[in-house]
């Protein structure tokens, strides 16, 4: 059995009580990063009525001594609702709010990387920029391997899986189909889903979202796919190579664009921001993934349609390389680009910010030259 014992529990049973009115109550559930940067934490609270949007979900705290967060004896956490959604799992009015974290004295916490994404994107805002992440992830059983591979030996190779259908090729598709209609139904910007190169590893996009809302959409669709895993009893793991050997790994390309690179003759921008790009690959490297390049280390290898981790490079619809331009874009003189190098488990935060760090607010460093 690879299926954890909580989803084998009477789901019927559990539908009985939800099916209970509940009053004028909302239920709100509470959002956050915790201290691995990584790793998602929620509680939940009652309203006595339904909030209007975000400014009216009051501030909350919790424990930062059990979520590798505090600091000394002073283990209380604030956190500061940033971004409401409606909660696909309890249905209206109830909510889901995701929140920025403040340690005791009001600073935002180390792995609270809203707050500089933030302003940053408040520099930029005259650009208008957009993003869109793809998100890719592996389905694990309990067990922590591949969900649907044979015990103890591997699948047929990679080639037929990506896109795929069928019973042989599609693994565990339940999840997909549940975790794209969740997120439409919260007002998660989700764009679409497809299966990956590897067997039960699979992609869904996000965006365009601008400025900060891509990071809040991001998390948020994560926070919803974790908690659709856990009603299926599957683990989806954001490793960026969960499985070595011939098998692909994971990334969340970022594909960008500015006002200027989305209009006719857009692409003299985008050749500019790439260009700037390149002058700053340890850099954007060292954000994007939590652990400073480390965790991607594993996966941008220059093979599984990846570019190798040492070297800046580009190309039009060229999937080896850093940094591609779509064939479409590069056909219609204008639109926008994808960095290829996001790890699948990076903060969206971060990325975001250091793109518009370099290609709009001009940022550079001495001595990285790709
Ligand atoms: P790929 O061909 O690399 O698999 P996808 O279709 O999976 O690309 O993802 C493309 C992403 O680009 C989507 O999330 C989409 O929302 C986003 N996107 C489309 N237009 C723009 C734009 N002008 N600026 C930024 N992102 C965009
Ligand atoms: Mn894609
Ligand atoms: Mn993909
Ligand atoms: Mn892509």
Redesign the pocket.
């Known amino acids: 059995m690879t299926l954890s014992p909580s989803s084998t529990m009477n789901k019927q049973l559990k539908g009985q009580y939800l099916a209970l009115p509940q009053g004028r109550n909302v239920q709100v559930m509470y959002v956050w990063i915790d201290g691995t940067g990584e790793g998602l934490r929620c509680k939940s609270r009652t309203l006595p009525e339904e909030p209007k949007s975000v400014a009216d979900i009051p501030e909350w705290n919790y424990d930062g001594s059990s979520t590798h967060q505090a600091k000394g004896f002073n283990s209380d956490m604030y956190l500061i609702p940033a971004a409401m959604f409606r909660d696909p799992f309890r249905l209206d009015p109830n909510k889901i709010v995701l929140c920025e974290v403040l340690d005791y004295s009001r600073e935002p916490d180390a792995k609270n990387l809203r707050s500089s994404c933030k302003k940053v994107m408040d520099l930029a805002k005259e650009s208008h920029p957009w993003f869109g992440l ?1 998100q890719e992830f592996v389905l694990l059983g309990i067990n922590e391997k591949p969900f649907g591979w044979p015990e103890g030996g591997f699948p047929a190779p990679q080639g037929p899986y990506y896109c795929s259908v069928g019973a042989n090729h599609a693994y565990g598709r339940d999840v997909i189909e549940a975790h794209y209609r969740a997120c439409l139904y919260a007002g998660v910007n989700i764009s679409g889903t497809n299966g990956e190169v590897m067997p039960s590893q699979w992609e869904y996009q996000v965006g365009p979202c601008e400025g900060i809302e891509m990071g809040d959409h991001l998390w948020i669709s994560r926070f919803i796919l974790h908690r659709i895993c856990e009603e299926f009893g599957v683990i989806a793991t954001l490793d960026p190579k969960p499985v070595c050997g011939n098998w692909n790994g994971s990334g969340c ?1 970022a594909n960008y664009s500015t006002e200027l690179m989305r209009k006719k003759g857009g692409m003299k921008y985008i050749e500019e921001a790439i260009e700037k790009l390149s002058k700053r690959h340890k850099y954007h490297i060292s954000v994007y993934d939590p652990n400073g390049g480390k965790d991607n280390m594993r996966r941008l290898t220059g093979s599984h349609e990846s570019s190798s981790i040492d070297h800046f490079c580009h190309g039009m619809s060229d999937r080896g390389a850093s940094v591609r331009i779509p064939r479409h874009v590069a056909h219609d003189g204008h639109g926008y680009f ?1 960095d ?1 190098r996001p790890s699948a488990n990076c903060d969206p935060y971060s990325v975001t910010e250091a793109l518009v760090r370099t290609t709009i607010l001009n940022e550079v460093d001495d001595g990285d030259k790709a």
């Open positions: 793809e390309h994808e290829r």
